[in-house]
Structures are given as structure tokens and as C-alpha cells.
């Protein structure tokens, strides 16, 4: 059973920053596509930020270019998502995704076409 592993959420006021950590299984990890999405309550899970671990050319959408910052660490075999200038609506649960789509990395396919998903992590701005 493939898992990814998000930490790192929390409770911030807006203008501070958050760090989300996403670990993966080496074989997922390695030459694939990870990307992070949030999902606000009754709302579609929509795409953030994605990046190839090996090509390392990230995207981000236009409601965190800017703000949002994707970084690795091979040997840990864990991204990041730098989170600064948080603001009210970045208020979401994040989960971070890889396999299946490494044809269209970095840019990001709908939800339904990763293969595999993290449990998420809360991020609350006030």
C-alpha cells in the first residue's frame, strides 16, 4: 500500500510562513512527479504547486506564484512547500500526489489521474 506521508500544518495569522514536508516510498519518490493540491471545505481539491525530482522545473498556480516555493532533499527523499505571506483563503487541507503523470510534469492533470495521495495536513490562517 503506497503512502505519502504530509506534515507541517498548522495555525498561523496571515502573513506568516509554513513549511509542509511530503515523504514518499524511494521507488515513487525517485524520476517522478509530485505535486501539492488543497481542498477548502465544500470546495473542489484544486492544484498548487508541482515538481519532476529530477528535472526540477516546478509550477505554480497563480494564486500562490510568488508566495509558494517547492524545494527537495533526495537523501530524505522528501518536497517541501515553503509557505509565506499566508493569507485567509491559502485556509485548506493540503495533500501531496505523485504517479501517473509524468507526461504532463510539471504541469497538473485533474486530481483523479494521480495514483497516489497522502492523508493531508490542516493549514489555518486567521
Known amino acids: 500500500h503506497v503512502q505519502l506521508v504530509e506534515s507541517g500544518g498548522g495555525s498561523v495569522q496571515a502573513g506568516e510562513s509554513l513549511t509542509l514536508s511530503c515523504t514518499a516510498p524511494r521507488d515513487i519518490y525517485k524520476g517522478n512527479c509530485i505535486g501539492w493540491f488543497h481542498q477548502a471545505p465544500g470546495k473542489e481539491r484544486e492544484p498548487i504547486a508541482a515538481?519532476?525530482?529530477?528535472?526540477?522545473?516546478?509550477y505554480y498556480a497563480d494564486s500562490v506564484k510568488g508566495r509558494f516555493t517547492m524545494s527537495q532533499d533526495n537523501a530524505k527523499n522528501t518536497v517541501y512547500l515553503h509557505m509565506d505571506s499566508l493569507k485567509p483563503e491559502d485556509t485548506a487541507m493540503y495533500y501531496c500526489?505523485?504517479?501517473?503523470?509524468?507526461?504532463?510534469?510539471?504541469?497538473?492533470?485533474?486530481?483523479?489521474?494521480?495514483?497516489?495521495w497522502g492523508q493531508g495536513t490542516q493549514v489555518t490562517v486567521s
Open positions: 515538481m519532476h525530482t529530477t528535472l526540477q522545473v516546478p
Open positions: 500526489a505523485s504517479g501517473g503523470v509524468n507526461q504532463w510534469c510539471p504541469q497538473m492533470p485533474e486530481p483523479h489521474q494521480w495514483q497516489f
